[in-house]
């Protein structure tokens, strides 16, 4: 017999980032946030898809260990997204100055969005890697254009420095793959990764 939806392991995100809380509240799943502070580095010559997968795994892990040592349990999801423009990774601007130059090294060009994510079952010994991989097309800015969008904030938070979900999306031509990949959690490779743990989506 299948399991109810009240039978269900809670999700646990392991990430503050209200972008990615608001795409697993759609799911309409029951969830819980505990951010990791796992470490983030990372060899500089590590693959793109390497870097988010490592990332993803190592966040989820950290907070699956802290759950497992208080006998909770949880399925918990930890998640990465970086920016890749020729090669380079491009993380979250250090500044306003460092936003400038990350938007304005991807105007008029295209580029690919990584997002690594990783599901650990805190109670038990099933764990999944996956990510996802976007191509996104941005359209010529001017400074100006680039400096005032700087000025509202939005980039500071966001791996590449722009938020495709906000002021952001005004900068993209089109997409060639998922669109919340590049928002930060891709919800069809998550309802993928989750049917391995018997919970299904809806």
Known sequence: MSKSKFER????MASSSPRRQELVRSLGLPYVVHPSDADETVAADMPPDCIVETLALRKARAVADIRRAAGEGGIVIGSDTIVVLDGKVL???INEEDAVQMLTSLQGNAHKVYTGVAMIDAAGK???VAHGVTTVHMKPWTE???RRYVATGEPMDKAGAYGIQGIG???VTHIDGCYFNVVGLPLSLVSDMLATFDIIVP
């Open 9 to 12: 392991p809670t999700i646990v």
């Open 91 to 93: 993380g979250k601007p």
């Open 126 to 128: 099933h764990t999944e």
């Open 144 to 146: 100006e254009q680039i």
């Open 169 to 171: 999306s005004t900068l």
